[in-house]
Every structure is written in C-alpha cells, then in structure tokens.
Nanobody, 124 residues
C-alpha cells in the first residue's frame, strides 16, 4: 500500500506563485512515476504534469506549460509543483498520483495511488 500526501495549497492573487509538494510513502522500494492532476468544480479531472521515475522526463498539460514546473528530489518519491503566473482558471483541487500501473508506459495512463487533494484558489 502506497500513501500519497499533498501539501502547499492555498489562496493567492492572480499573477502570484505557489508551490505544491507531494510525498509518496509505504511499500515503495524504488522511485515511482508521479503526476499532478486537478479538478475544478463542475469540470472533469485534468492532467497537469508528470515526472518519470528518474526525473529525466517531464510532461505538461497544454494549459500550464511554460508556467508550471515539476521536479523531484533525487532518488526520492517526493515531487514539487512550482506554479507561477497563476490565473483564476487555475483554481481547482490539485491531486497527486503515484505508481503507474504499467512499468513501461509513458506517459502513464493509470495510477494506482492518489492523494486526498489540496485546494488552490486564485482570485482576480
């Protein structure tokens, strides 16, 4: 069983920055693929960013590319999501996901473990 815990959400003004953190723990002997998703009220869950097990590959959703940056502590299952130039449309609950069900698929299309989510609110 892998536990995923997010932190760092909050309320900010448009144009501000915020950093989210996610830690995966439990039966994780090796580093795992991790990702961020978000879901705004009344909308479907949206892919935000993902980072490979070794941290060498990253991928971003179209709406956040060039503003958000995902990174991970070397050799650890902790990832950061640096969010810059935030917009009101970035308001959502942000979820961290870990452990891709496929060991080879990139980008991962199905994660085994999810966090409870952290709220990010951006006001204009």
């Amino acid at each position: 069983q892998v536990q995923v815990v997010e932190s760092g959400g909050g309320s900010v003004q448009a144009g501000d920055s915020l950093r989210l953190s996610c830690a995966a723990s439990g039966r994780t002997l090796n580093t795992v693929t991790m990702a961020w998703f978000r879901q705004a009220p009344g909308k479907e869950r949206e892919f935000v960013a993902t980072i490979s097990r070794n941290g060498l590959k990253t991928l971003y959703g179209d709406s956040v590319r060039s503003r958000f940056s995902i990174s991970r502590d070397s050799g650890k299952n902790t990832v950061l999501l640096q969010m810059n130039s935030l917009k009101p449309e970035d308001t959502a609950v942000y979820y961290c996901a870990a452990v891709c069900r496929s060991s080879t698929r990139w980008p991962c299309d199905e994660y085994a473990s999810w966090g409870q989510g952290t709220q990010v609110t951006v006001s204009s």
